[in-house]
């Protein structure tokens, strides 16, 4: 089955630029999805991109896809306090009514 | 309109209650989702519905019973749940091309079962 791993915890200085990092295992997979979960929220869509992309910019957010290491990662840049919040990659190998895999989730904290 | 709404936002409810949770959108998607999240752990896939019908079944107990009204609703139903059942409960939708931006989520009800 799918499997889709992030580091746990991640803290950044504001003003850092923060990098949450995913893997997965799903060479299907065909879009990787990152969200983000204030607490006691829903999950908010920051940001997606395709298996056909290697990367995408978004205003402060860069998404880098490694497909041939099924690696993606998603760059923050000047992380502000308001980025406080746990951020889910998902994927899913197809468009449409098939079930989103999330990561593990990754608590990113900011130091002042 | 852009938006999941789920109705309650918070719900306490006793092992021999019933009761049901909504979700609404008017975005025109045609899947439908309900997912569970348990504290500090990432949302699982319970139900997928289709163009109003069932598509997926996650092997959720029965006293979870899902329902798609039409094709801007679906409730879920409880009955004689568990206390291990306070969760988290989010709705999403997506749309069945690629022409979206993926699957948008409700702010989520948290139920609490006593």
């Known amino acids: 089955g799918e499997d889709v791993e992030q580091s746990l915890f991640l803290s950044v200085r504001e003003g850092d630029s923060s990098v949450i990092n995913c893997t997965y295992t799903?060479?299907?997979?065909?879009?990787l999805y990152w969200y983000k979960q204030e607490p006691g929220a829903g999950l908010q869509l920051l940001t997606y991109i395709f298996s056909n992309m290697d990367m995408k910019q978004d205003q402060r957010l860069t998404v880098l896809l490694n497909k041939k290491d099924k690696h993606l990662s998603l760059r923050i840049a000047d992380t502000q306090t308001g980025d406080s919040a746990i951020y889910f990659c998902?994927?899913?190998?197809?468009?449409?009514?098939?079930?989103?895999?999330f990561g593990t989730g990754t608590r990113l904290t900011i130091i002042p | 309109d852009t938006e999941v709404t789920q109705t309650p936002k918070h719900l306490v409810m006793g092992m021999t209650n019933k009761k049901s949770l909504k979700c609404e959108q008017h975005m025109g998607h045609r899947a439908m989702y309900w997912y569970k999240q348990k504290a500090k752990k990432p949302p699982e896939l319970m139900f997928v519905?289709?163009?109003?019908?069932?598509?997926i079944n996650e092997s959720v107990p029965s006293r979870f019973s899902p329902e798609c009204p039409n094709s801007s609703l679906l409730n879920l139903h409880l009955h004689a749940l568990q206390p291990e059942d306070s969760a988290l409960y989010l709705c999403?939708?997506?749309?069945?091309?690629?022409?979206?931006?993926?699957?948008?989520f409700g702010s989520g009800t948290r139920l609490t079962v006593v």
């Open positions: 799903d060479s299907s997979s065909t879009y």
């Open positions: 519905y289709s163009y109003e019908k069932l598509s």
């Open positions: 999403a939708s997506s749309q069945e091309d690629r022409t979206g931006y993926g699957y948008t």
């Open positions: 998902a994927e899913t190998s197809n468009f449409g009514n098939e079930k989103l895999t």
